[in-house]
């Protein structure tokens, strides 16, 4: 019995792309954040496969959940009753607040639905995905 993974993480293809973003932050002396949902902290979790990630990674929030919106991401029950779906200015939303409490250069935000369903809200449907970005 093996027990080696019968996978990569991250994907090889990403590696490269996460080493640049890496090496051009730490030039930079800029960091990183991310408010993930439907992603459940694979963004997180990959850039923190990174060599060195702790010198430009500030934190990550996975807000999968409604309720957790409301506990870290400054949401409301109003926000919630009105919520009907992912949008632009919600993403970007969840992003500003993450970016403003952790005081990161940038935050990197996304919501979607990853199926395999709709989900409960009706203008959803899987491998919708919507990004949003803060930065100072």
């Known amino acids: 019995m093996s ?3 019968d996978h990569d993480f991250p994907p090889a293809e990403l590696r490269p792309i996460l080493h640049q973003i890496s090496t051009l ?3 930079r002396n800029e960091t990183v954040s991310i408010a993930e949902t439907a992603a459940g902290g ?3 979790s990959s850039i923190l496969s990174t060599p060195g990630a702790s010198s430009i990674y500030k934190g990550g929030l996975t807000l ?8 870290f991401a400054g949401w409301s029950q109003e926000t919630i009753s009105n919520y009907k779906g992912p949008t632009t200015e919600i993403v970007t939303g969840l992003a500003r ?5 952790l005081e990161s250069t940038y935050t990197i935000a996304e919501s979607g639905t990853a199926g395999p369903t709709g989900g409960a809200t009706p203008n959803r449907k899987p491998g919708d995905v919507i990004k949003g970005e803060a930065r100072l």
């Open 97 to 101: 607040h993450v970016r403003k409490d």
């Open 42 to 44: 694979l963004i997180s």
């Open 3 to 5: 027990t080696q993974p």
């Open 25 to 27: 932050l730490k030039s």
């Open 64 to 71: 999968y959940t409604l309720p957790s919106r409301i506990a």
